[in-house]
């Protein structure tokens, strides 16, 4: 075992990261017990000096969680779990929405690139079967460094903001919608082939991905 | 057999059609020989008093059928033979398309309508990559009874045109892009799960079945 | 902030959407708490003058909703909650049903078309392999100015409803059925490939966006 | 190797099934070499009673094989080639096809159930957009001791026949269409998924394996 | 109305079926209330002769329901409920399974089969990884009228049998397995690839639509 | 019924498969009763000499089966029920995991290769997201006769090892991931088309399956 | 029509974009004839002042718009035609392969990324299954800006380079590979999951979507 | 560049496979340009010791290689180019198939096979319809220390095979079949879901892969 890894028999703690990539490993939270995410996060805390986050975990966890491992904050809209939150960077990331029903996964993006130091902007319910409710918001997305677009259903709303603004745009398709949304397979598909030049995407609901996403824009001009 | 139909042994030709839907047969070219096109299309002439129509026919077998059947007219960009075009019956029909790649389907889709009497109006390459295109003809679609819109890759377009426009709102999935686009698939899956409420899709490439629908919305205020 | 939205925070309700097409937003209900649809609808009253519905919202939802906001009616079977409904305008819309269990998605394109003032037949059950069912319901069908065809399995009835009048026909596949079924998946494909021309699909088990689409097609002869 | 196989080298000819299946392999052209076509047949026939037929099969190999083993007949409509075809044994098969593009398909179920003795009455292009065309043919297909419902596009054909007669009916989707047709996967899942009872479906474009069903139908009886 | 249906309001009964097809309606259990299907069984039994099976019934409401209809019988295994059962009328058919887990299936498809008056052997647990366990049971195979065989997973057992034997095989794919699996689909697609000639195939699960296949095929020789 | 098999009614024990392939009938849990595998057990167990393994177990079955059937073993994380597990034969396993919720599968994977006598080494959560982590562990996973490699998401930990190992490499994708991971079916395709060469693959989370083709290679030098 | 756009008929060319995202509009060549493709080339040079662009263009096209538009330059490989390439803007952009087959889609990246100001590095032929290859070229690839990783079949690269760098990284996925690679939906989807966080996707076999992309990030720091 | 490696400009040689995995790096030809080839084949021959291989090349290629690297050797059947071919190492290898259209991938396994050093058994058109021509070859199917099973449409003859032998067995599904068969998709979800346990699989038409397995397995005794 090299030294930057540390190993807890259960788990293989990637120590080496932050030096590799600017910032601590970030545990997923499903399928950990808490003890487990407990130890983690102590190893991380106590090998690192960055943020240390969890992300997906419920109430009853973090709460379990806390009370191991004292410090910390609960975002229960984003389920996120925090440590040590990175100090402002002054990187704007505007978190553009659809709809109402995005609002879980855009909290998650929200949370977690507040948490490594981004100053986020949230528009809501902006979805594109009402453009002038977009249009009328077209300056704060030009404002910003790089834009998050979260749409489920047919992720229309990432193409027109694409072509609005010349930051990078990181577009997150949804699992909101029914039928022949596919669980969110529809719109991943439409995001990938946008009209709009230069957009890129990640996985369905990861609005973890996203900020991580915008983190790496971070370190460009770092 | 009864007298609703003709039957030529090669084919069953419908000729009820134009009693219980206001139009004789559509042929589809297809699969056809030049000189079946040519006898079904005489028999359509004989026993019905409709437009007749042909189809995706290629520029050699429209000469053949043309030789055969005089009186016809072929618009080779459409694909589309016809006999006894109906007159203008004033219906407004807006065909709509994100892409000069879309332009094939929209040539079919507004030949077939014009063939049928309704009044087209052609708006083309308004993407919805540079939203202004399209903003700026917002009169000239919400003049329209009908819109087709008609778009490959993720086909945001018919959202914000469904969205923008009253009237119904036909879309028209095509197989424009590559990779992720599925021949169609995706833009098909994206039209259907639309944020705009009250689309209806038809078949990938179908300008004919969007052309189609249009008519029969001609039919509600006869 | 533009005058045709109005910005709750937790939503951008589109006040403007009465003005360009003859009717204020309807909410999606899954997925919004109690309060937010009361306060949703509270403004849509307040801005609006037309009908303002809710859709899919279950028993519990309603009574919350219809507590904070008096003068609504739910119907339980069609999952949609009411206030404002328009006045009869005389359009004819026939809901026809494949089997029983299409019954769901048949109530609530039904009760959407009412309450946008659309005089709505049912006529149910009269599945395919009986084909005499349909057939006797042939004059009703044909009364018609459009027909909403809701079948699951395989969903042939639409084709066959789509050959014997020569109204708009809008056909929403459901999800009934099991196994090649693939959840509504082979009934949305089958009515897009129709041999029966002009028809059009809407999304799984979307007895709404059928009812939208009938509401677009009033306003043709408006 | 045992008795009811004979080892060509190149191939392993199942001598015994005729004995077990009361018919000798049929033999499946593409991927073989005249030659070995020539020599399959040969064996058959020296070592079995009954009829040998070779499917799918180009003129140029027809000739070919004709020309090393006499005696031999080839449909080139249903691109089979036949040696010692059975007598009639006054088994009644319906092929019926929605439309003229499932012509082929057709031509190969009924050339090799012609060959295997059945008696074939075709009824052609009664697809269900005019459904009287099928209706007017109800006295002929319940005549049938079993019927072969061939179609492209959504398949509907199958569920109507099914639901007028008693008899078998084995359904063969086509893969003719296009878009959502996805090739005859569209027709394939819509008949597996028919609302009428007891269909039966065999794998896209195989009249063959639907001439086949046929046969083992005619042992019932036997 | 036709005097061929019944309507009920709720549903339409197509009393007319067992003059067509020699069976009264069969009815599909799920998603009716039991009131529903009492009301339609008593239809049925009062308006033909022949037996009467509702299928997918659980054990509460196959108790409500012969509380409102005397005489009838339930196989809780088979889900299925039965008044006025055929009496014998010798078609033998034989249904194999490929593991205990096709059980529920077979079930099924016995009781159904038995209820029409068909002579059923079973014949468990032979798949093919031990295929001796299958070669033993070959003289009960070929004594069968009919073959159906049930099979998950990768379904081989279909194409084993359907070289076996000469009678009809009907083979219904299970959702029995996981992962690749695809509830059912693999081995649905896999039989209707088959390389044993002639067999045909049924929806996932469906053991209901073999037993009305091969409900069929015994008017053949009636 | 010939001697290789044990016909209990229920299910047809395979007890020749020690006598053809070196082990007893596995048997898989899910879908039998408790007193189903205590009898299936007990005959395995008196009919042939080696392990007898019951997979994906519940506790409350294996104590039941535990009950009636003395002598047994049960491996909760791995859900393994055991009966005379072989001796070490010295052939060594290496199972890797990608991360911590692979960990059930490779406990399934370790316990069944353990009680079929093979040496296990566990290298937990070695993802290539810290390639440092794996190329750490280089020495061991070449010492392994063969290495057993189990991944979800996008499975890329099977492409490395296959290209740092010259021993056999059976991959299994789980389902671990959410969204494009489509339950384990990209792990799946990811891993089948590898482009290190001579990889094999399993079906999704069958870490049984790997064990028992790590079990047959073992056979390759007995 | 307003001043952002030139209607040339034919196409709507988006005048107004350089204004909007820094960029000239950048043509898609296929599915345009060579005049239009000029007379596009002709309206951008004129209207704004940055780098013009027409991707996917075979030789012949470029030979014809060459003639009509003087100034431009050919990459065949890359299949880019370019008037006014931008000045080194000290971008760094590396673009690594996974196998030779890549390279296509590499060119194209590369030089649309050339064409746009960056200084690209090639790093060619490094997939993962001989890990050394890539290690070795750690240092060039934490160089870069920003990282462009293409691969095809099952695309593991993009998660090994994910993981070892802290710039942004978008992974290309090709249709490189057979069968299960599925023309490059596999290594779209198995991207998409990749175990390393912060990745984006973009379309398959899109080299300019990928640099389009890498030139937003280019606009972060200007 | 680490001297495991030879950069050639186009392509990265791996030239430290051998040492790693005891084989030196094998080419996959398409998309190469035959002086590529050459140049690569050259530098593993003058910096390895064993077999030098090229899959997939056509004759014009072997042809203009071999001008270019005296001393190798073609098999056109095999598609594959070699030099150096292993002494035979007495490793029995039996390659079986279903039907004589997988011939080819049946050459290709057995080619790279035996130019690996293995003893190659080639058991032909051994399908699982006339399941008595497999049994007739259980012998020499047991004396094999590996057994490849190579088959289309549904693939069931791995399933049949892994159940009479104790021998690692790796199935390799072609594409072989049509419609439902879906490129060989359906034999390689049928053969990962086999009823036999232990079976390993491979990618469609992969006869290299399965050699490739089969070479990994010689190294367990090795």
């Given at each position: 075992m090299d030294h930057h890894t540390s190993d807890l028999g259960f788990a293989r703690v990637d120590i080496g990261r932050q030096a590799r990539q600017g910032l601590p490993e970030i545990v997923y939270g499903p399928?950990?017990?808490?003890?487990?995410?407990?130890a983690i996060v102590t190893t991380l805390i106590a090998r690192n000096t960055g943020p240390v986050l969890v992300t997906r975990v419920e109430a009853a966890t973090a709460a379990a969680v806390h009370a191991a491992v004292p410090?910390?904050?609960?975002?229960?809209?984003?389920?996120?779990?925090?440590?040590?939150?990175?100090?402002d960077?002054?990187?704007?990331?505007?978190?553009?929405?659809a709809g109402t029903s995005d609002g879980p996964v855009a909290a998650e993006a929200a949370a977690v690139a507040t948490a490594l130091g981004m100053r986020v902007t949230e528009i809501?319910?902006?979805?594109?079967?009402?453009?002038?409710?977009?249009?009328?918001?077209?300056?704060?997305?030009?404002?910003?460094?790089?834009?998050?677009?979260?749409?489920?259903?047919?992720?229309?709303?990432?193409?027109?903001?694409?072509?609005?603004?010349?930051?990078?745009?990181?577009?997150?398709?949804?699992?909101?919608?029914y039928g022949a949304a596919l669980?969110?397979?529809?719109?991943?598909?439409?995001?990938?082939?946008?009209?709009?030049a230069g957009l890129t995407v990640v996985n369905i609901d990861s609005g973890f991905g996203a900020a991580l996403a915008a983190y790496r824009l971070t370190r460009v001009s770092a």
């Open positions: 399928g950990k017990q808490d003890a487990e995410i407990a410090g910390g904050r609960y975002d229960e809209a984003a389920r996120l779990l925090t440590w040590r939150e990175a100090d960077i002054g990187f704007r990331v505007a978190v553009v929405t809501r319910d902006v979805g594109v079967a009402g453009i002038h409710r977009l249009l009328a918001e077209t300056d704060r997305l030009r404002d910003a460094d790089t834009v998050i677009v979260i749409a489920g259903m047919e992720g229309a709303l990432a193409s027109v903001v694409g072509g609005l603004v010349e930051a990078p745009v990181v577009a997150v398709p949804t699992s909101v919608g669980e969110g397979v529809t719109a991943l598909l439409a995001m990938l082939t946008s009209c709009a």
